[in-house]
């Protein structure tokens, strides 16, 4: 077989895989020129709410339903507490006076009123009080609600103005002493507005066995409408980003969370489900590190830590997110990773990698700013990389994470994690480059004494501490794979990583596609066949790698195994090149992996997980 034409980046933005490249070479804001409208093309109609006009670029969609058009969502559950979220709009104070649309920070503050009931019908009200949503905080509201019982189905919704909200279904984490329950949740990541539409999402409202949704990273993406948009061309004029520049100060990033919040897929995911989230870099700006982005422009774009920050909190202000305690783990900044428990079953430790990591390693040739693919090769590329004084998250976080996976008391350690963990060489030759392995150096193993001292730390502690399994994000692929103690013939292995695909953003497939613009659709699959057999062939430790699929992960955990189901979307055909396109094709079930307890290998499994042994208690008083 050829090799594949030389495309961008699979890792999660346009411009990766890289070529070895001249001065000359264009950057990531050009690469894409031609593939979309240099202009920005304003948001389509749409139903407007009966008695309200809004602006619908400023308020970031196309269909507005009085004040909560935004939907409800709810998130971080323990087995005591929840997050619950929504935005409320106030009227405007004259018939004629202007909206208080995300970003715009107007607005008189409003009254909300909520409710938490152990009933869909509201006949028996568990918990109840108010908030204010104010502009300092773009009208959003976010209620923690203490002392509930866990392992319990509850209802919420929230009042205010005269209107009631849409009506969400939360539940309480399976945190139960001295009992064991089911343990079943969603991975997913990546989901670019105007990479296609989020029929995944779509998918994960309309189950009904899942303990929460896990989001690793990329819930938002920063590209433009411009010579920048990241998506497909059939998509320009019906999924646009807004606003319709790259997002840089605060009030492009409420607009662009607001946009996805106005969603009808992802605000039927959000009502139906708890999600726990983490950011990766497009929540701020592609393969960010502590002090600067690929995908920042000093000066142009102002100061770096300045947009970090109003990026920070904008997401904090649209999403159902608990900040942890500040002041109870050693870490540097502010402290987003935090840590869910799930009985004797299993513990949760969601990873945060982009607020103090180390700048990634940059080869002439290869890459510029912010990382990529770089050959590991040469002596000073190797010394670098292995440089004990980088680090990826702060070392405190690393102890952190160290100190969870050693502790007896647990079947399995789960990690929540940004970038692949797994040691991976990339062949030149599958990849377009000359020959030779390669590496990413925006994932873990830029940063290999991180990588290695935990890959280590793992190997030190048996399955009687529990099993460490990886659940992540970034690449836009599906993958199964051991986690390598020495990358070698006859390896043992540490734990396992599961990494879901994207929803939307662009993968294996779409970037040999691009790259290929006259090849047939069959041979643009096959290459892209060709390049992850390649990737594999290399990696005897990665089990599965699929390419083409988007979707997510059904995560099924008992003590015996984890099994990881995957649910992507269709190959392409010519009939359907780009099923992302196309609003009605849901991702369906593809295949499962699993990883039996005490083998801290992964395994093919018969089919998907069946029925849950146990639901979450349903209490009316």
Wanted: proline share 8%; net charge neutral.
């Amino acid at each position: 077989m050829t090799n594949p034409p030389k495309p961008a980046s699979p890792t999660n933005e346009p411009t990766g895989l890289t070529t070895p490249v001249p001065s000359t070479t264009p950057t990531r804001r050009t690469v894409l020129k031609g593939a979309a409208l240099a202009a920005a093309v304003a948001a389509g109609s749409g139903g407007l709410g009966s008695l309200r006009t809004f602006d619908l670029e400023a308020a970031a969609a196309p269909a507005h339903h009085g004040v909560f058009g935004y939907g409800v969502a709810s998130g971080d559950p323990t087995g005591d507490a929840i997050v619950l979220w929504t935005r409320a709009t106030p009227p405007p104070e004259t018939p004629d006076g202007p909206v208080a649309t995300p970003g715009s920070g107007i607005g008189k503050p409003l009254r909300v009123r909520w409710e938490l009931a152990y009933d869909k019908h509201f006949r028996h009200v568990a918990k109840r009080g108010t908030a204010s949503a104010r502009a300092e905080s773009d009208h959003t509201v976010k209620v923690d609600v203490h002392g509930l019982r866990p392992y319990t189905r509850y209802w919420y919704r929230f009042r205010a103005a005269g209107e009631w909200s849409p009506v969400g279904r939360t539940q309480t984490a399976p945190d139960e002493p001295r009992r064991e329950h089911a343990l079943r949740f969603a991975l997913v990541s990546c989901s670019n507005y105007t990479g296609g539409y989020f029929t995944a999402y779509r998918a994960l409202g309309e189950r009904d066995d899942l303990d929460f949704v896990l989001h690793v990273g990329d819930y938002v993406y920063e590209y433009g409408n411009g010579p920048d948009r990241y998506g497909p061309a059939d998509l320009v004029g019906k999924r646009d980003g807004i606003p319709a520049t790259e997002t840089v100060d605060l009030e492009g990033y409420r607009l662009r969370h607001a946009l996805h919040k106005a969603d009808p897929d992802l605000q039927l995911a959000h009502r139906r489900h708890p999600w726990i989230t983490i950011f990766d870099d497009h929540e701020v700006a592609n393969n960010a590190w502590s002090d600067g982005a690929e995908n920042h422009t000093p000066g142009a774009e102002g100061d770096f830590l300045t947009r970090r920050r109003q990026a920070y909190e904008a997401y904090l202000e649209w999403m159902p997110f608990r900040l942890p305690n500040q002041h109870t783990v050693d870490h540097q900044g502010t402290r987003f990773f935090k840590r869910f428990t799930f009985g004797k079953l299993a513990d949760l430790s969601v990873l945060e990698t982009r607020q103090n990591r180390s700048a990634q390693v940059d080869v002439a040739g290869f890459t510029k700013t912010g990382g990529g693919f770089i050959p590991s090769s040469a002596p000073a590329v190797a010394a670098e990389l292995a440089d004990a004084d980088r680090h990826l998250p702060e070392p405190e976080q690393l102890r952190w994470l160290e100190k969870a996976v050693a502790k007896k008391g647990r079947s399995w350690h789960l990690v929540g994690n940004q970038v692949i963990f797994t040691p991976i060489r990339f062949p030149g030759a599958a990849l377009g480059l000359p020959a030779g392995d390669y590496l990413n150096s925006d994932q873990w193993d830029g940063y290999q004494a991180d990588q290695t001292r935990l890959i280590d730390h793992l190997d030190e502690h048996d399955s009687r501490h529990g099993d460490a399994v990886f659940l992540t994000g970034d690449i836009h692929s599906s993958w199964a794979m051991d986690v390598p103690v020495e990358r070698k013939a006859g390896y043992r292995s540490a734990g396992v990583e599961f990494v879901c695909p994207s929803v939307t953003s662009d993968g294996f497939y779409e970037l040999v596609r691009a790259s290929a613009k006259t090849a047939p659709v069959p041979t643009a699959v096959q290459t892209t066949r060709g390049l992850t057999t390649a990737v594999a062939a290399t990696n005897p430790w990665v089990r599965y790698l699929d390419g083409i699929g988007h979707g997510f992960v059904v995560l099924d955990v008992t003590r015996k195994r984890v099994q990881a189901d995957y649910y992507l979307t269709p190959v392409p055909t010519s009939g359907l090149p780009d099923p992302r396109v196309d609003p009605d094709v849901e991702p369906a079930y593809a295949t499962s992996w699993r990883t039996p307890h005490g083998t801290r290998r992964v395994a093919p499994a018969d089919g998907p997980v069946g029925r849950r042994h146990d639901e979450p208690h349903h209490r009316k008083h």
